[in-house]
């Protein structure tokens, strides 16, 4: 088996399990009821917020572009 098949096989695990799934979740929810509850004036909180949103969604879309990958290379 190879490498990219492999990794594929990882992250799609690792994207199904349920501890991920819930601690992703958690963590997305906290930040935008952070967020959402900042002050118009607390530009460096939000900005801070935003960023790591985009670091978790990031991250889920990294594992997503893994099982893609092996995918097309099982394809080949």
């Given at each position: 088996m190879s490498k990219v098949i492999e990794d594929a096989e990882h992250a799609k695990n690792i994207l199904a399990d349920e501890i991920?799934?819930?601690?992703?979740?958690?963590?997305?929810?906290?930040?935008?009821?952070?967020?959402?509850?900042?002050e118009p004036q607390d530009n460096e909180?939000?900005?801070?917020?935003?960023?790591?949103l985009?670091?978790?969604?990031?991250?889920?879309?990294?594992?997503?572009?893994y099982v893609e990958n092996g995918i097309i290379e099982m394809k080949r």
């Open positions: 991920f799934q819930r601690i992703f979740t958690s963590l997305e929810e906290r930040l935008k009821a952070t967020w959402k509850m900042t909180k939000r900005e801070q917020l935003y960023y790591e985009k670091a978790l969604d990031s991250i889920q879309k990294k594992l997503v572009g």
